[in-house]
Each structure stands twice: as C-alpha cells, then as structure tokens.
C-alpha cells in the first residue's frame, strides 16, 4: 500500500560523481517535493513541482536539480555531491488543486521513507 | 512571513505518563497547522493537522493537539506515554494568506525519549 516510494533506501556515491535518487507517488498528486534533511534537524525544502511548474528555493545549490517526466514520478539529480550533500532526501507528495488555491493550503503533505545518501 | 517554533530540542517522559511536545508559530492570516513524526531512518509520518472549527484535534496513535489561538500555539499531546513513541516530532504550518501550492514550514523538532 506504499503510497510514496523512494529508490533507493540507501545511495552510496563518490564525491563528485553525479548521482540520481528517485521517487514515485501512486496518489495522483498536482504536487511534489524534495526536502534535505541533515541529522536531528529539520527538512530543507530544495524545490517542488506543482505539476509541471518547477519552483526553486532561493537557497538550493545549483548542483542540485529535479525532474519529473510525468505525474507519477520525480528525479533528484545532484550533479557533483560533496561531503556536505550527505543526508537523508526526503520526498513528498500533497493534492493542491489549482482551481482553489487558498484551499489548497489545508492538504496535507504526504512523505516517502526517504533515501539516505553516504558521500565518499 | 510564517514561522513555527519548537522550543524544547528533548522532551523525557516516564512511560504511562502524559506528555506534551510544544509548538508556537506566527502567521499574517489564519494558520494550517500540522504534525509529523519521524522514526530512526523513517520518512515523516502525517499525525494530524488543524485547520478549521473544534480547537482539539485528534490524530492518529492516540495522540492530540489543541489549537490556542490566543497563545497562537498547537501543541501535541497525548494522555499515557508509550516507549513506542519515542522518535522526532515536528510542527508545521502554512498561511492561510498564501498561495495553496506554498510548501509547509517547518520547526525543528523535538526529541521525545518515553523512558519504561
């Protein structure tokens, strides 16, 4: 019944050699996120999409970019990781609908188990 | 601009005891208040969410939070701690001036540890 699905669990990459983590959603979401979150803190959200509009953080790195093919599925490539780039990526999913858009702040965003990225 | 506060970084409480994770936050317009908890290695799991009508909301595992918004503060709760519920708790919320698609802010979290 895995509603947000991230691949791999665990991703172990050299420093410097680009790296994808995916991550599928089977609830037909308008929305989807991508968080960092370092140890014991809190998620950083680096962008999401709201269908195919893609929304950058002010603060993401451009070593850090996203694609999503379709509704279902959403790419976080990190194009030269560094030791710092080491966490667990967390990706997320909520309904939005565009036709209501104070409304659509009342859904709730829904997590995958997330990916944990080891930098060697 | 929203903002949530989290203002214990460790929460300890003896099993069986009723515990209390704190959460203030400040926003322009009427707050879409949210709360996740997250297990070792675990993604966010959804726990409940305020957003409108009985101040008390319950959620999932036996937990609640009450919206206060003369405090402007949801804090979560729950009547008889288990050693289960040990794990990473965090607030969240969303303006409801902003946009719908505006992402969540989150605190930072508070450590509980249910102690047997």
């Known amino acids: 019944d895995a509603m947000v699905i991230q691949n791999p669990r665990y991703q172990v990459t050299q420093f410097g050699k680009p790296v994808t983590l995916s991550c599928s959603q089977t609830l037909n979401h308008n929305v989807m996120y991508w968080y960092q979150q370092k140890s014991s803190q809190a998620p950083k959200l680096l962008f999401h999409y709201y269908d195919k509009d893609f929304n950058n953080e002010a603060d993401t790195p451009d070593n850090f970019q996203s694609r999503r093919p379709n509704t279902s599925f959403c790419f976080l490539d990190i194009r030269s990781p560094g030791l710092g780039d080491a966490a667990m990526y967390l990706c997320?999913?909520?309904?939005?609908?565009?036709?209501?858009?104070?409304?659509?702040?009342?859904?709730?965003?829904?997590f995958g188990p997330g990916t944990r990225l080891l930098v060697l | 601009a929203q903002s949530v506060a989290q203002p214990e970084d460790q929460v300890n409480v003896a099993e069986g005891n009723p515990l209390t994770v704190k959460c203030t936050y400040s926003v322009s317009g009427n707050p879409y208040l949210f709360w996740y908890v997250q297990y070792p290695n675990r993604g966010l799991q959804f726990l409940l969410k305020y957003i409108t009508g009985d101040n008390l909301v319950k959620g999932s595992y036996g937990f609640e939070a009450e919206f206060n918004k003369s405090q402007t503060s949801f804090h979560l709760k729950k009547p008889s701690a288990l050693v289960s519920d040990s794990a990473l708790y965090f607030c969240?919320?969303?303006?409801?001036?902003?946009?719908?698609?505006?992402?969540?802010?989150f605190g930072k979290g508070t450590r509980l540890s249910v102690i047997a």
């Open positions: 969240a919320v969303r303006d409801s001036l902003n946009s719908g698609n505006t992402p969540l802010v």
């Open positions: 997320a999913t909520s309904r939005e609908m565009a036709t209501i858009p104070l409304a659509g702040g009342q859904e709730t965003q829904y």
